[in-house]
T-cell receptor, first 111, second 115 residues
């Protein structure tokens, strides 16, 4: 089957700290992988994506690399800001265009 | 341009009543999804519409749930004889890809509370 497992939160970091949010997946076939973000009071929006193995998605200083050998798509940012406080969701899309989301990881960045 | 809109934003109902939730996708988007987000849970896929194809209903949790999409645009999710466990945020998303759905654009959601 298809599923996504991501690091449980909440995560609290100081400004300029390094961020890693782990995400692993189980899928049949060759899925595409996504990170979505939900800022307080807003809807989910795409943060970054990768469609094949070894691709690196990046946006707003965040990066994630599609690792087929470890079935992972960990989200990283070198220096977080207060404005990065949000809930982050890892997701996969299978060949049938079905999406599977993780449970979300809440990040709070304190000044 | 306008994003995905959903109405109502909040709905409180009594157990056993029927509810209808509406989604207006971005104009021209052929794919439309419904999800349910319960407290502390991830997004649970409910149903997927793509163009004129038969919808993928594999995520609907019971026969009390149904959805339709009229004219390839607006969609309505109907929950009959609501139960307390139906309380959740219901999210709609749309996408413009014809064959392979890529980026989804989410609406703000409808928070459903069943008393």
């Amino acid at each position: 089957g298809n599923s996504v497992t991501q690091m449980e939160g909440p995560v609290t970091l100081s400004e300029e700290a390094f961020l890693t949010i782990n995400c692993t997946y189980t899928a049949t076939g060759y899925p595409s992988l996504f990170w979505y973000v939900q800022y307080p009071g807003e809807g989910l929006q795409l943060l970054l994506k990768a469609t094949k193995a070894d691709d690196k998605g990046s946006n707003k200083g965040f990066e994630a690399t599609y690792r087929k050998e470890t079935t992972s798509f960990h989200l990283e940012k070198g220096s977080v800001q207060v404005s990065d406080s949000a809930v982050y969701f890892c997701a996969l899309r299978n060949t049938g265009n079905q999406f599977y989301f993780g449970t979300g990881t809440s990040l709070t960045v304190i000044p | 341009g306008a994003g995905v809109s959903q109405s109502p934003s909040n709905k409180v109902t009594e157990k056993g009543k029927d509810v209808e939730l509406r989604c207006d996708p971005i104009s021209g988007h052929t794919a439309l999804y419904w999800y349910r987000q319960s407290l502390g849970q991830g997004l649970e896929f409910l149903i997927y519409f793509q163009g004129n194809s038969a919808p993928d209903k594999s995520g609907l949790p019971s026969d009390r749930f149904s959805a339709e999409r009229t004219g390839g645009s607006v969609s309505t999710l109907t929950i009959q004889r609501t139960q307390q466990e139906d309380s959740a945020v219901y999210l709609c998303a749309s996408s413009y890809q014809e064959l392979v759905v890529d980026t989804q654009y989410f609406g703000p959601g409808t928070r459903l509370t069943v008393l």
